[in-house]
């Protein structure tokens, strides 16, 4: 009889033991590049967060089996909700590459010349059984602060191949579309033809001192949220 219930809690130590409850937590990265030596756009640019959709509100990382049907992984989770932690890293990129002469996340003295929102439509990992796919929808929008005039807007709906089944992999791809997004909003903002500040700017002229001032990038390893920048 000791024998058995010996048995029996060894068994029940192996299987309730093997469960492990680690939860694992996220972030995406975004490889901003280096600063280009073109000119920038002229103003200044603030970027809201992104309204998501419903599905996508949650911390928990999101797994697609179909378009009916997804589910929610409580040991694989953001560490920042999405909408927000997107839209700290397009920020962060827009001000690193020189897309504007300056760009922050919230309302300041100054108010900025445009502003960037959007929407999150998709976030997820798209398991086919055999192979997982990192899915990115969103949309941006930029208009001007001072009448809400919309003066631009752009979709962006990718999915990329996770290389290995590991939801670290496919955060890294899911992190390889956003950098795609970003670099794909930073081309056609350029080709828009907004007003562009020239390099040779007279000299003495008001700016003049602050265009090369602008703060260094922080560690693209390190893309959680964007640094504000200290106020001029």
Known sequence: MRLV??????????????????????VLNSDPGSRPPEPSITGSLRVQNLDADAAYEKFQLVVRKNPFELRYSDLHVWAVKPNQMISDIIARTLLETGAFEDVFRNLRDRRPDYTLGGDLNALEIYDSDDVWYA??????????????????????DQR??????????????????LSA????????????????????????????????????????????????????
């Open 5 to 26: 219930l010996c048995a029996l809690a060894l068994l029940a130590t192996s299987c309730f033991g093997a469960v492990s409850n680690s939860r694992s937590y996220y």
């Open 135 to 156: 899915h990115l929808a969103l949309s941006l929008r930029l208009t001007r602060f001072e009448d809400g005039a919309q003066l631009w807007q752009m979709s962006y």
């Open 160 to 177: 990329k191949l996770v290389p290995s089944r590991t939801h670290a992999q496919a955060v890294r791809a899911l992190s390889e579309l």
């Open 181 to 232: 997004a970003v670099r794909q909003a930073y081309v056609e903002l350029r080709e828009k033809g907004l007003q562009v500040k020239t390099v040779d700017l007279p000299a003495g002229a008001p700016g003049t001192p602050e265009t090369n001032d602008a703060p260094g990038p922080e560690d693209p390893d390190e893309p959680i949220y964007v640094p504000e920048p200290t106020p001029q």
